[in-house]
């Protein structure tokens, strides 16, 4: 008996596995470079495989950009960690980087080039930016604040092409010192020499525009790691904001602040867990 065409073809699109895009990350610096360097990622601290994606052997970050008027990170002697609540680590490598007084280097993402593997994740309107409209991206980083925190006190990244500010920022009127998202804050208050592990949900709206600002940003302070998503509510949610991603730096005040800060494990990828990895 023959089989018909259709029922033949059911039954080989059965058997034949499914392969979907492997999820991988866009950015991981881990710092890993000698401490005391200056501008870590340039050719000259040892990032000879700057402009390449993370599978390629890079950082997925192009060479630092100096403007006039900015300083650079400095690579410290010793790198940040996090444990959570239920005594979960998370992956760490290489050492961190203290950021200047006022605004650091720029960090752009590696730029768009024949044989990208993370070409689906630009955004069609400007393919030097990460976030296409409709899609999904995670971030996150390690700080740690050391001296005197006050609301006065700002230490953040700057990231997405409305430059949100994530971290210690935006407390004047406040009642205390909170983490937060540009404006929104979450509950917690930064403490002098806790390492804090910030997190982010990045939902691209729809748009015609690279400069469209349709974009909802939700963000968490220590979540609670190994799970596909975080079981806590966000610590804070922004939207209507432009969160294409292009580069980032951090920016710390005011300069005569008796402070200091640390960035670590700065990771941009398509999953929490991408972002979130735990030690085994």
């Known amino acids: 008996m023959k089989l018909s065409s259709s029922v033949f073809c059911l039954g080989l699109c059965l058997a034949l596995p499914i392969f979907a895009a492997r999820s991988e990350l866009i950015v991981y610096e881990g710092y890993a470079y000698p401490g005391g360097i200056e501008n870590p990622g340039d050719v000259s601290s040892g ?10 052997g890079g950082t997925g970050l192009a060479a630092p950009k100096l403007p006039s008027g900015r300083q650079p990170l400095v690579v410290t002697e010793e790198g940040l960690s996090f444990t959570d609540a239920a005594g979960k680590s998370l992956q760490v490598s290489g050492l961190a980087a203290k950021a200047p007084k006022n605004d650091s280097a720029v960090y752009p993402l590696y730029t768009s080039s024949g044989g990208d593997p993370l070409q689906r994740l630009r955004d069609p309107a400007n393919a030097d ?7 999904a991206l995670w971030f996150s980083f390690l700080m740690k604040v050391d001296g005197d925190i006050t609301t006065a006190t700002q230490s953040v990244l700057k990231l ?4 949100m500010a994530l971290g210690l920022c935006n407390n004047d009127r ?6 937060r998202i540009s404006g929104p804050a979450s509950k917690v208050v930064a403490e002098s020499g806790e390492t804090y592990l ?3 949900k990045i939902e691209y709206g729809e748009s ?8 909802t940003v939700l963000f968490w302070v220590n979540p609670q790691l190994g799970e596909s998503e975080p079981v806590e509510p966000p610590s804070a949610k922004i939207e ?3 969160a294409k991603l292009g580069d980032f730096w951090t920016e710390t005040k005011p300069e005569d602040g008796n402070f200091t800060s640390t960035f ?3 990771r941009i990828g398509e999953t929490f867990l991408e972002v979130t990895p735990v030690n085994p």
């Open 198 to 200: 910030i997190v982010g």
């Open 208 to 215: 015609s525009s690279s400069s469209d600002r349709n974009d």
């Open 174 to 179: 406040s009642d205390a010192p909170y983490l």
């Open 129 to 135: 930016l990460f976030g296409k409209p409709g899609s």
């Open 160 to 163: 997405g092409q409305s430059h």
């Open 47 to 56: 990032g000879s495989k700057e402009g390449m994606a993370p599978s390629q």
């Open 264 to 266: 670590d494990e700065i």
């Open 240 to 242: 209507g904001t432009n």
